[in-house]
């Protein structure tokens, strides 16, 4: 079994990883801006829970995903803003994160209309909130989360439990390029083996094909995901576009600088970037064809709903 590919796991050294972010700051060009504010960023953003886990581990996991892409709801709520400066820029203005915010609103309305009687999958689940928050997941017949991160998986299952649909989830432990050799740890194993064998009608994926930079990779994950639905199934998928396709109105250059300055501080692995276009092919070469593309604000993080044909 492979790998996670989108992050560490936690147990890195701050000092080493700072001090390598400090060696990257010290050989970037100007797109990035200048070395001081680089280097202020660095200081103010090791003093929080979420630097400091990025600065070692590069990405995010189930956990901080929940975090970041849930954080303009808790703050409408009610609960208080962070008081560290770069992550209250990190979580309100850097371009790609505030589009997975908003692409994470827009996998629900989507979900939401296509989970009633289905058997749903999302990989790579995390703590499998796409699923499980969706309105219509009380009615979905079956609802299968998979990860290769174990500890997502079983917060995914104190999650379903929580919200009383233990009963109808299943989870794996599996690579997504190879569904049918998943460990099912959660629900019945002869279900989930039949259901990646052309049965899942909706399968629902976000946060992955950012961290591969072989594009035929990512076309055998699309065709991996072909592969478990039915004809006529629905893919639910997002990609990171580059900042050329953007809506450069929606854009301020120095908000894009700071924001790629701090991709390069924590070195992030979600560097990935793929035209609209170039995600619409890779799709069909895994005979996906997409039928229609919700876009957030700026078009950072567009959201592709492809039929199985």
């Not at 390029?177 to 099912?184: C, E, F, K, P, Y």
């Amino acid at each position: 079994m492979s790998s996670v590919i989108s992050h560490g796991h936690g147990d890195g050294d701050l000092v080493a990883a700072v001090a390598a972010a400090e060696e990257r700051v010290r050989r970037a060009g100007p797109e990035y801006g200048s070395q001081e504010q680089l280097l202020t960023d660095l200081a103010v953003w090791q003093r929080c829970a979420l630097g400091r886990w990025m600065l070692i581990n590069g990405g995010w996991n189930g956990e901080w995903t929940r975090y970041c892409v849930t954080y303009p709801q808790r703050v409408s709520a009610g609960e208080a803003e962070t008081d560290n400066e770069v992550e209250r820029f990190f979580l309100t203005q850097a371009p790609a994160v505030v589009a997975t915010q908003q692409r994470a609103v827009i996998f629900s309305v989507v979900l939401s209309a296509l989970l009633p009687g289905a058997v749903a999958m999302s990989v790579p689940c995390g703590l499998m909130d796409d699923l499980l928050g969706s309105a219509g997941a009380l009615d979905a017949r079956a609802l299968i989360g998979v990860d290769l991160d174990q500890d997502s998986l079983e917060l995914a299952r104190e999650s379903a439990s929580t919200r009383g649909l233990l009963d109808r989830t299943v989870l794996a432990r599996s690579d997504a390029w190879d569904l049918t050799a998943g460990t099912v740890i959660q629900g019945s194993p002869g279900f989930y083996h039949d259901s990646m064998a052309g049965g899942v009608d909706v399968i629902t994926s976000n946060g992955l094909n950012i961290y591969v930079d072989d594009d035929a990779k990512v076309v055998d994950l699309y065709a991996s995901f072909r592969a478990a639905l039915r004809p006529g199934g629905h893919l639910v998928v997002s990609a990171l576009t580059p900042p050329a396709e953007w809506e450069s109105s929606h854009v301020d250059i120095d908000v894009l600088r700071r924001a790629r300055g701090l991709m390069l501080i924590n070195d992030v692995k979600w560097s990935n970037l793929r035209p609209m276009q170039k995600t619409i092919d890779q799709l069909a070469d895994a005979r996906l064809e997409v039928i229609d593309v919700h876009e957030d604000r700026i078009g950072a993080f567009p959201t592709f709903l492809a039929r199985a044909v």
